[in-house]
T-cell receptor
Framework: EAGVAQSPRYKIIEKRQSVAFWCNPI?????LYWYQQILGQGPKLLIQ????????DSQLPKDRFSAERLKGVDSTLKIQPAKLEDSAVYLC????????????FGPGTRLTVL | DQQVKQNSPSLSVQEGRISILNCDYT??????FLWYKKYPAEGPTFLIS?????DKNEDGRFTVFLNKSAKHLSLHIVPSQPGDSAVYFC????????????FGKGTKLSVKP
């Protein structure tokens, strides 16, 4: 079974630029999560999708971050414009059901904002 | 305000001995607790979990203990192996209809041969 795929693995941009991350969850997983992990911290949930609907985006900085999950499969997370404090690893995870089930994480995208 | 706390940033243990990783939480409504293991440049991988209605769960070399009155859980690894060297995250599920996890900051375990 293929795992959660993410791309790119690394990205370096200047502040005020835009960036997008892509995630392909495990086949059949209805729930998809985006987490932000700042160096020295644990992952923090940004947004949770159930199929293509948003379940929780309370911690997503909506003035600059956006996410979508078209057709309930792949998802993209966008930052526009980026700030220095957005430097982090962005992790995508998926699970087969809610309220809880084992979440499978992708390798993450390491973003550096200069 | 951190709801899940791992107060030890690092732990060093000799191969073959026991590793004990600790985690404290503040919200008594958490109904599920999990431990994830993370190697560098990889995403976290699920290790073991425990429901709030239990006080112990065991899976091979890994055992998680839950003390609800103290709002404390611990992960025991016996015997520790060099391949166990990684960052271990404690996480809690808030319950209800959401499946998101609240993570601690992690503890870096080093198992020395």
């Amino acid at each position: 079974e293929a795992g959660v795929a993410q791309s790119p693995r690394y990205k370096i941009i200047e502040k005020r630029q835009s960036v997008a991350f892509w995630c392909n969850p495990i086949s059949g997983h209805a729930t998809l999560y985006w987490y932000q992990q700042i160096l020295g911290q644990g992952p923090k949930l940004l947004i949770q999708f159930q199929n293509n609907g948003v379940v929780d985006d309370s911690q997503l900085p909506k003035d600059r971050f956006s996410a979508e999950r078209l057709k309930g499969v792949d998802s993209t997370l966008k930052i526009q414009p980026a700030k220095l404090e957005d430097s982090a690893v962005y992790l995508c995870a998926s699970s087969s059901s809610t309220p809880w089930n084992e979440q499978f994480f992708g390798p993450g995208t390491r973003l550096t904002v200069l | 305000d951190q709801q899940v706390k791992q107060n030890s940033p690092s732990l060093s243990v000799q191969e073959g001995r026991i590793s004990i990783l600790n985690c404290d939480y503040t919200n008594s409504m958490f109904d599920y607790f999990l431990w994830y293991k993370k190697y560098p440049a990889e995403g976290p991988t699920f290790l073991i979990s425990i429901s709030s209605i239990k006080d112990k769960n065991e899976d091979g070399r890994f055992t998680v203990f839950l003390n609800k009155s103290a709002k404390h859980l611990s992960l025991h690894i016996v015997p520790s192996q060099p391949g166990d060297s990684a960052v271990y995250f404690c996480a809690a599920n808030p319950g209800g209809s959401q499946g998101n996890l609240i993570f601690g900051k992690g503890t870096k375990l080093s198992v020395k041969p």
